[in-house]
């Protein structure tokens, strides 16, 4: 089991910036991807970005140019830098943790999500 929890999200203003943590608990795979999702109400999640246990990133196109992704391996911390927030941006964002052990994939762990609000 690996247990996520996200903060940092809050009500901000156009053209705003937050960053978000997902902070996880200990586990012991060397390769997995940690990655943030939001999700609009009535809709499914939609990935914006991940990182890999080698530091790869990548980004979807949503948000790309405006969202930076890192983590602190000490804290087991992943974050996401949001900048130039957009009020179409307000959504839940969740982040999602996949392991490889042995080769094999295995599940999917999410955290609780964290509200974005962009507004004036």
């Known amino acids: 089991q690996v247990h996520l929890v996200e903060s940092g999200g809050g009500l901000v203003q156009p053209g705003g910036s937050l960053r978000l943590s997902c902070a996880a608990s200990?586990?012991?795979?060397?390769?997995?991807?940690i990655s943030w999702y939001r999700q609009f109400p009535g809709q499914e999640r939609e990935l914006v970005a991940t990182?890999?246990?080698?530091?790869?990133?990548n980004y979807a196109d949503s948000m790309k140019g405006r969202v930076t992704i890192s983590r602190d391996k000490a804290k087991n911390t992943v974050y996401l830098q949001m900048n130039s927030l957009k009020p179409e941006d307000t959504a839940m964002y969740y982040c999602?943790?996949?392991?490889?052990?042995?080769?094999?994939?295995?599940?999917?762990?999410w955290g609780q999500g964290t509200q974005v609000t962009v507004s004036s």
């Open positions: 990182i890999s246990a080698g530091d790869t990133t």
């Open positions: 200990e586990f012991t795979h060397n390769a997995y991807i």
């Open positions: 999602k943790f996949v392991g490889l052990r042995l080769g094999i994939r295995g599940p999917d762990y």
